[in-house]
């Protein structure tokens, strides 16, 4: 009966494949929206750079019986560094590397990216922001036993482009962007090997400052398309600009992320997440560490 209802709630929301997504989901993206969204540059606007590692443990357990298992995909740990430099009060540079890796396929993702701040008045800030993404792919076509006559080198290439654009004004930040804009591909033999899905994001916050600003609250949300949609909504509790809590649900996926970053010397930044779906067998632990000055 257990199995008979996860089924029949998976085939109501129509996402059969909602847990193997192609891309990175970072947990810990509330005041660090920079990878959903290329318009979005430092939060802190006293900082003029911005250095961050990150990494994305997926562990899923062996003994896999239940349906939903099957949406699952094992992955190695994914590692995601980033580096914003602000040249002055309009204009910004960012650079980026991802390493993901696949059943039959690695790849390693470099960003190159340019954004633009417009000001005005006391607390009006607009940022938009492009940057170009080159994938460079190692195939294994052993595990490709579809392909008759694979080609001689396990390398290719395929490039793409990300845009986005984001509001600030006093506590409100809204936001939106697209990833892989053109969803471009890996083909072989005619065939598309690896697409990569067109992603659109929109995200929101509000935040509250209270006793001085040694207290904030800030429910936020982030929106996200790619094969099907889904919805995070969260609330983040900061606490005398040192340290801050946040819980989030992953709404059709019945993901509990549940994430702590702390600020040390005002420089430092250390973070981790975890999450578990109700739903799927998956559980994800993410790390963050980044450096700003």
């Not at 340019?114 to 190692?138: E, H, I, M, P, Q």
């Given at each position: ?59 899923v357990p062996a003994n896999q019986d239940d349906y939903e298992d099957d949406n699952v995909w094992v992955k190695p740990v994914n590692l995601y560094f ?48 492009g940057r170009a993404v080159v994938n460079f792919n190692s195939i294994d076509w052993d595990q490709l036993g579809q392909i008759a006559s694979p080609p ?115 420089r430092f930044q250390v973070g981790a997440s975890f999450d578990y779906s109700i739903i799927f067998s998956d559980y994800n632990m993410d790390f963050l ?5």
């Amino acid at each position: 009966m257990k199995n008979l209802i996860l089924v029949l709630l998976l085939l109501a929301f129509g996402i059969p494949q909602v847990a193997a997504q192609n891309t990175l989901r970072p947990n810990m993206y509330y005041q660090n929206m920079h990878y959903y969204n290329a318009g979005a540059g430092i939060e802190d606007t006293s900082s003029r750079m911005s250095f961050s590692g990150y990494a994305k443990y997926k562990y899923v357990p062996a003994n896999q019986d239940d349906y939903e298992d099957d949406n699952v995909w094992v992955k190695p740990v994914n590692l995601y560094f980033n580096h914003i430099y602000t040249i002055d009060k309009k204009n910004s540079v960012n650079m980026s590397y991802i390493y993901d890796g696949y059943s039959f396929y690695n790849r390693n993702i470099i960003y190159l990216g340019y954004s633009r701040t417009f000001r005005w008045k006391k607390s009006n800030r607009l940022s938009l922001g492009g940057r170009a993404v080159v994938n460079f792919n190692s195939i294994d076509w052993d595990q490709l036993g579809q392909i008759a006559s694979p080609p001689s080198s396990r390398f290719k290439v395929n490039a793409d482009l990300d845009a986005g654009i984001q509001y600030q004004y006093r506590g409100w930040t809204v936001g939106a962007s697209v990833k892989n804009l053109f969803a471009s591909s890996v083909k072989a033999n005619g065939l598309d090997l690896i697409k990569d899905q067109r992603e659109i994001y929109g995200n929101f916050a509000y935040n509250f400052r209270m006793f001085k600003q040694k207290v904030e609250l800030a429910p936020f949300l982030l929106f996200y398309s790619e094969r099907n949609f889904n919805l995070d909504a969260g609330l983040n509790l900061g606490l005398y600009q040192k340290i801050n809590i946040s819980y989030a649900i992953r709404v059709l996926e019945l993901r509990n992320i549940f994430t702590i970053r702390g600020n040390i010397m005002k420089r430092f930044q250390v973070g981790a997440s975890f999450d578990y779906s109700i739903i799927f067998s998956d559980y994800n632990m993410d790390f963050l560490l980044a450096y700003r000055f």
